[in-house]
């Protein structure tokens, strides 16, 4: 953000922020919400930085550093020098008609920019992050200065012959308060014009004169912004902000579409990340237990060789650590290996162990093998919808512990005939979580109508539409799924996810919802599609 931009801003600030007070403060991530009165004034230390009047706060934590100034009026908003910094000068009454003065220092300088807090003798308080340059060092306790610059007035420096070309690359190195952008439009106007004394007086006086913000995209995304139209931006896309607070409008929307998408985009990484890392967790294992053939080949062998000794006890021997044994269902001998150290009914109680432990190995791998699916699905439905998700708040409710932990569901899930999918939550808590925080709007929802059930969700492609069949077994799911299952017909109800509301202080999973539609199915449609899982619906 350039000199001149701030200047704007700081001029509105003033309007609006003097003789307010300064009420509570917040801290997020890289963002400060300081209240003054009716006003948030909110500040990201980011890159690119933002300064802005909002009607919302865009942190959420008190900042305890900054309490002794709760009660502070602001008496005045200035620029003290000519560069990116913005002081605030701040009062605060004290018993006995007393009073004392604080500043605050806004140095909104790109990747290092600051916040500096100074009390009455200009000495340096707190600070969001301590400068270590060897120019100009600053720390707690420091008086503060100001950051150095060799840059001069226009009026001060003498130019001679000059070019455009020559104007937009060197210009800004040497005069104070202009920008490389500034100086574009400056080479811009020398060009129009032919002198660059008069291009800088035409470049001033658009800028004094102006009272509306201008804010530039490139391909869609936020780019410049600018007090005034520069005809060196006009093959950019260009939106002009006028009215109440147009420096601060203009600003709150390049930061909510440049800082914002940037920081989703970031935290949508990194929630895919760990979701990635736990489907292959699952598939892993899923591996490892997919081949049942081979655990049932192992329970059968201990089977067989405890069976085959149990009746060939007294072949056994002292010592022995195998005994030959023919099996006589189809004439083979078989050597069954021993313990030697263990008499023969001891060897006998060990294989039948090894057996049952076999069995109940299988027995796992089958129940697991299930699950794993259930959880795959429920995984691969979370990456979706989290990718498709675009604001901030509705990716938080994915992650625990920061993004250490990822809530990946583990509902019920069924392909259709079409090649949908269907999802079915197994109690309230997940029937809450799978329709109002995993399904997308244009899904469509299904609830047994007026009965005790799971919600089921027909997921679908933006702007897509489901076949009378889809819409036929995803309600039968619904309906098996129900305390209605054992009837004939059940009446159910469906609609987009988008209709449906939480009202509040209501239980788990209790939703209300409009514009819906009702079928009534027989529950056994559903029968063939749901195999062997039986419903556990909840409300």
Not at 213 to 242: D, I
Not at 514 to 524: C, F
Request: aromatic letters at 10%; hydrophobic letters at 35%.
């Amino acid at each position: 953000m350039d000199y001149l931009y701030i200047e704007k801003l700081a001029g509105e600030l003033h309007s609006h922020l003097r003789k307010t007070r300064l009420r509570e403060v917040l801290k997020g991530e890289k963002e400060l919400s300081f209240l003054f009165d009716k006003f948030w004034l909110n500040f990201y230390w980011g890159n690119p930085n933002a300064l802005f009047l909002g009607s919302t706060p865009v942190a959420k934590v008190e900042f305890h550093p900054f309490l002794k100034l709760k009660g502070s009026f602001v008496k005045s908003i200035s620029l003290p020098v000519t560069d990116r910094v913005l002081e605030f000068e701040l009062v605060k009454p004290l018993p006995g008609n007393r009073f004392s003065r604080f500043f605050l220092i806004f140095e909104l300088t790109g990747k290092n920019a600051n916040l500096i807090l100074l009390n009455e003798e200009r000495e340096i308080a707190f600070l969001l992050r301590n400068v270590e340059s060897s120019v100009r060092p600053l720390a707690p306790g420091d008086r503060y200065r100001f950051p150095p610059s060799d840059k001069k007035p226009f009026e001060e420096l003498q130019f001679g012959k000059v070019t455009p070309e020559g104007v937009e690359k060197k210009l800004y190195k040497f005069v104070a308060g202009i920008s490389p952008l500034n100086s574009k439009e400056i080479a811009h106007l020398v060009e129009e014009l032919g002198s660059l004394e008069e291009a800088y007086k035409r470049f001033m006086e658009l800028h004094k004169k102006s009272q509306t913000a201008c804010l530039y995209y490139q391909n869609g995304k936020p780019k410049f912004l600018t007090t005034f139209p520069y005809k060196s931006l006009s093959h950019l896309e260009l939106r002009e902000f006028s009215g109440f607070q147009p420096y601060s409008s203009a600003w709150e929307e390049f930061y909510r579409k440049a800082v914002e998408e940037k920081r989703i985009a970031a935290l949508k990484e990194r929630i895919v990340s760990r979701i990635e890392k736990k489907i292959e967790a699952l598939k892993g294992e899923l591996r490892e237990l997919s081949d049942l053939e081979k655990l049932k080949e192992e329970a059968e062998k201990w089977r067989r060789w405890g069976e085959l000794l149990k009746y060939n006890l007294h072949l056994i021997k002292p010592g022995q650590r195998e005994v030959k044994v023919t099996d006589f269902s189809t004439g083979r001998e078989e050597t069954v290996p021993l313990d030697p150290s263990l008499s023969p009914k001891e060897n006998l109680n060990i294989i039948f162990k090894k057996y049952r432990k076999a069995l109940k190995r299988l027995e796992f791998a089958e129940n697991r093998l299930e699950e794993i699916r259930n959880e795959l699905e429920g995984a691969e439905l979370l990456k979706d919808t989290v990718i498709s998700k675009e604001k901030a708040e509705d990716l938080e409710v994915f992650v625990q512990k920061g993004i250490r932990e990822v809530k990946v569901p583990n509902f019920l899930t069924f392909t259709l005939p079409s090649g949908k999918r269907i999802f079915v939550g197994r109690n309230a808590s997940e029937n809450e979580f799978l329709s109002l925080k995993l399904a997308n709007p244009w899904d469509i929802w299904f609830h047994a109508k007026e009965i005790p059930g799971s919600h089921v969700i027909l997921r679908l492609g933006k702007g897509e539409e489901p076949s009378e069949e889809d819409i036929l077994l995803s309600a039968a799911a619904a309906a098996y799924f129900s305390k209605g299952r054992e009837s004939g017909k059940v009446k159910v109800d469906y609609t987009k996810v988008k209709n449906l509301k939480k009202p509040p202080k209501t239980h788990k999973g209790f939703v209300i919802y409009s514009g819906e539609k009702t079928i009534s199915v027989n529950p056994e449609l559903f029968r063939k599609i749901a195999g062997e899982r039986a419903p556990k619906g909840g409300r």
